[in-house]
T-cell receptor, first 113, second 113 residues
């Protein structure tokens, strides 16, 4: 069974803290994605990766960075968390070029105080 | 700039009704149009998808209608059930680019028993 797991379901951090969100997939997928989901805005792409050590900016990369040191793991980093980064963060993965389906993790609800 | 426009934002129907969710796009390079279903506390999951060479696709009670000339597509749920209550996202993939999906803003569907 296809599985994407995220390290935390809920996270509370303080403004200015460095935050790490981890995502692991067990399907040997080439592509991995980080989205944030906000009411009325849908899913917005933050960063994505096609291969190990490779990353590309999505639509809203400001304030975020990513790391992909191993194929199965994709980390989202908030260098200095701010209150406007309070959101639901979703990780997804998919097979390589041409395939459409993305498989999502359950999400991490991050609150920045 | 929203590449895929989705409406309505929310929808309430009686059990047995046929909710219809509409999406529109401008980019003629899109070549894959999936719908994702998201239950509370879960990540989105692929429900049904269509490619632009067909005008309709049915899977069980779910049907996608696709109008290539109008650049619109819609999801119909036949004989809707309370268990269909969820948030639905349309999306589109660009054939020229990577495996990115551009998501609509989502429709929260409530089916009343």
């Amino acid at each position: 069974d296809v599985k994407v797991t995220q390290s935390s379901r809920y996270l509370v951090k303080r403004t200015g803290e460095k935050v790490f969100l981890e995502c692991v997939q067990d399907m040997d997928h080439e592509n991995m994605f980080w989205y944030r989901q906000d009411p009325g805005l849908g899913l917005r792409l933050i960063y994505f990766s096609y291969d190990v050590k490779m990353k590309e900016k999505g639509d809203i990369p400001e304030g975020y960075s990513v790391s992909r040191e191993k194929k199965e793991r994709f980390s989202l980093i908030l260098e200095s968390a701010s209150t406007n980064q309070t959101s639901m963060y979703l990780c997804a993965s998919s097979w390589g070029q041409g395939a459409g389906e993305q498989f999502f993790g359950p999400g991490t609800r991050l609150t920045v105080l | 700039q929203q590449q895929v426009k989705q409406s309505p934002q929310s929808l309430i129907v009686q059990k047995g009704g046929i909710p219809i969710i509409n999406c529109a796009y401008e980019n003629t390079a899109f070549d894959y149009f999936p719908w994702y279903q998201q239950f509370p506390g879960k990540g989105p999951a692929l429900l049904i998808a269509i490619r632009p060479d067909v005008s309709e696709k049915k899977e069980g009670r779910f049907t996608i209608s696709f109008n290539k000339s109008a650049k619109q597509f819609s999801l119909h749920i036949m004989d809707s059930q309370p268990g269909d209550s969820a948030t639905y996202f349309c999306a589109a993939k660009d054939q020229t680019g990577a495996n990115n999906l551009f998501f609509g803003t989502g429709t929260r569907l409530t089916v009343i028993p």
